[in-house]
């Protein structure tokens, strides 16, 4: 079984320029999560999906930043106009059901390089 | 609010010694606690997770945490270090019940010295 992809693995981008970050889910998990690791500092949540529904939105550090996830499957994350403080490693996971009992499966990640 | 606090950003050890990650934890609910691991290039794997029905909680690789409330802790331990178990652990903490709004601590990272 595939786990969680994200694509791409590295963005380096200017300032005020667009990033789109893309995270495909395990088959079948409804719920679909957020994170993002600013170097040093703690992996913080920024979203949370059921299906193609948010379900949490609280982390997300302002309106430069959109998640998307249509049609329940895979999820986009649109960072635009990228700040240099955006720079960061971005996280997903995927988790099966809605409980707490339910364990996230994480993908690797993408580095985001703002200069 | 919940939080977890990791001690030591940097933790060595020789290879065949005790492996001790130490996490304390805020939480005003019961809590739902968790270690996961971050081998170089990969996404973050779950270690062990409590779920209050036992405080001594085994995970794999032979990793272990133990639950004390009157701590607020839930440090991670291996009775012997291999050379592979090198990379970043985190701590975790969720309360929601609901659904996992997952809170980590800072991470430790783990050098294993042969």
């Known amino acids: 079984e595939a786990g969680v992809t994200q694509f791409p693995s590295h963005s380096v981008i200017e300032k005020g320029q667009t990033v789109t970050l893309r995270c495909d889910p395990i088959?079948?998990?409804?719920?679909l999560y957020w994170y993002r690791r600013v170097m040093g500092k703690e992996i913080k949540f920024l979203l949370h999906f059921v299906k193609e529904s948010k379900q949490d939105e609280s982390g997300m550090p302002n309106n430069r930043f959109l998640a998307e996830r249509t049609g329940g499957t895979y999820s986009t994350l649109k960072v635009q106009p990228a700040e240099l403080e955006d720079s960061g490693v971005y996280f997903c996971?995927?988790?099966?059901?809605?409980?707490?009992?339910?364990?996230?499966?994480f993908g690797p990640g993408t580095r985001l390089t703002v200069l | 609010a919940q939080s977890v606090t990791q001690l030591g950003s940097h933790v060595s050890v020789s290879e065949g010694a005790l492996v001790l990650l130490r996490c304390n934890y805020s939480s005003s609910v019961p809590p739902y606690l968790f270690w996961y691991v971050q081998y170089p290039n990969q996404g973050l794997q779950l270690l062990l997770k409590y779920t209050s029905a036992a405080t001594l909680v085994k995970g794999i690789n032979g990793f272990e945490a133990e639950f004390k409330k009157s701590e607020t802790s839930f440090h991670l331990t291996k009775p012997s270090a291999h050379m592979s178990d090198a990379a970043e652990y985190f701590c975790?903490?969720?309360?929601?019940?609901?659904?996992?709004?997952?809170?980590f601590g800072t991470g430790t990272k783990l050098q294993v010295i042969p």
């Open positions: 088959s079948g998990h409804d719920n």
């Open positions: 975790a903490v969720s309360n929601s019940g609901g659904y996992q709004k997952v809170t």
């Open positions: 996971a995927s988790s099966q059901a809605r409980g707490w009992t339910d364990t996230q499966y």
